[in-house]
Nanobody
Framework: VQLQASGGGLVQPGGSLRLSCAASGFVISSYGMSWVRQAPGKGPERVSGINSAGVTTYADSVKGRFTISRDNAKNTLNLQINSLKPEDTAVYYC???????????????WGQGTQVTVSS
């Protein structure tokens, strides 16, 4: 199993980014998948998840700005991030759940992470 995240970068407040996570070794549509971020000096925060049925969840801090999606043909998980704020600065990881749901603490695999920095 491998999860390869990409798409991070340095953006100004109000900007947008699209993160992608290429998965191999399993079919992402069969499992719960999440984006988890970790800011400097803080614990991990699950910002969004999608279960095998396509039901999505979002942290209150990102609702209305972040959109999670899957590209089943490419076996890729995406995260569209709009209206970026400085407090969104973090390393963003894609994770695979052990089950077909998104369950806190049930992440089986983590990707290597991609850095998102929001600064003027």
């Amino acid at each position: 199993v491998q999860l390869q995240a990409s798409g991070g970068g340095l953006v100004q407040p109000g900007g947008s980014l699209r993160l992608s996570c290429a998965a191999s070794g399993f079919v992402i549509s069969s499992y719960g998948m999440s984006w988890v971020r970790q800011a400097p000096g803080k614990g991990p925060e699950r910002v969004s998840g999608i279960n095998s049925a396509g039901v999505t969840t979002y942290a209150d801090s990102v609702k209305g700005r972040f959109t999670i999606s899957r590209d089943n043909a490419k076996n890729t998980l995406n995260l569209q991030i709009n209206s970026l704020k400085p407090e969104d600065t973090a390393v963003y990881y894609c994770t695979k759940d052990r089950s077909n749901s998104v369950v806190a603490g049930n992440d089986e695999y983590w990707g290597q992470g991609t850095q998102v920095t929001v600064s003027s």
